[in-house]
């Protein structure tokens, strides 16, 4: 038998439950992919959008090993002094977009795609508010 | 179900009750199998620019990652699991003459406070990794002697070069804090601690 007060408890519960369901349903995430990273120290001073690079996208096709590694690439975001010459002349993300193993540096757009103003970092980092010493 | 509930005329608050009952659960159970696997599309991700005529080529996250096994933070990919599944068999290296090394070694981490202890795999990282990623610039080959506190993780350093950036993030303490002082087992194997046998070396 269910006394007044946990009849309204199961009722505040319940409805609790459904506020909370519709929460849940809105409060999807507007944030960019954990792990992209802008690289744009140079790129929109020179007139061309931010570069944004993806690890979720690279990571399904190579090891960290390959790009921290083999091809040198530091492990800070804004660490690594990339310029455009250094691309074509086949360094840094030219080691790949050669046209060999990957397109080449012809398709401007497709690295240069972020929104005017983007610092370079990395996004998604740190979560859990530590200070960040970046 | 109690009788109270069943007693003719209850009135409003039964209908009351089983109205929220009814919409409450469907709704919470839809919310929560709606919110498995939310990838935000490029457009609306708040880094990419809407007018770039070239964002309709780039890959959509929802495309790839849901059909990788999911888990909850970062990309909502278990990325140990897609590799060791064979959901994804990324490249080892691009030059043919490059060494692959891969250790089969734990190291068991016991300065946690109140928590559980860590055991570190070198096994699932330098399936990832290269030795030269974390020795001796981050962590030394010697099991104990690098000063490693959480709060130094939580800045970014240790453990936290990678988690919290690109490997799963730090609020997954039971992950990385998965062994309990006081068990025998370790994590969800069966295996006894210290593990037997020198370590190994594979391939």
Known sequence: MLTNPEKKHLIASSVLFGILSVWLVLSSPVAAEYADVVLNKRAEKEGMRPVIFSHWFHRIRFRCKVCHSELAFKMRAGANEVTMADIIEGRFCGMCHNGEVAWSVENCDLCHSGKPGLESQIKGSHETGGPGIW | MSKGLNRKGCGW???????????????????????????????????????????????????????????????????????????????????????????????????????????????????????????????????????????????????????????????????????????????????????????????
């Open chain 2, 13 to 203: 608050r039964r209908r009351v009750y089983s109205f929220c009952v009814a919409v409450g659960l469907p709704v919470l159970f839809a919310g929560a199998v709606y919110a498995t696997g939310q990838w935000v599309p490029l457009a609306e991700d708040d880094l990419h620019d809407p007018d770039n005529p070239a964002i309709k080529l780039l890959q959509e996250p929802r495309e790839a990652l849901s059909e990788l096994p999911f888990d909850y933070p970062g990309n909502q990919v278990n990325w140990v699991r897609a590799l060791e599944e064979g959901f994804i068999n990324p490249r080892t290296n691009i030059y043919p003459g490059s060494e692959i090394r891969v250790l089969d070694l734990d190291i068991l981490m016991t300065r946690v406070g109140d928590q559980g202890y860590v055991i570190f795999p070198h096994k699932q990282h330098t399936e990832w990794l290269d030795c030269s990623n974390c020795h001796e610039e981050i962590f030394a080959s010697k099991a104990g002697t690098t000063p490693v506190t959480m709060m130094a993780i939580l800045e970014g350093r240790y453990c936290g070069r990678c988690h919290g950036a690109v490997s799963f993030p730090l609020s997954e303490c039971a992950r990385c804090h998965s062994k309990h002082p006081h068990s025998t087992g370790y994590g969800l194997a069966t295996q006894a601690w210290p593990p037997t046998g020198a370590p190994k070396m594979a391939e």
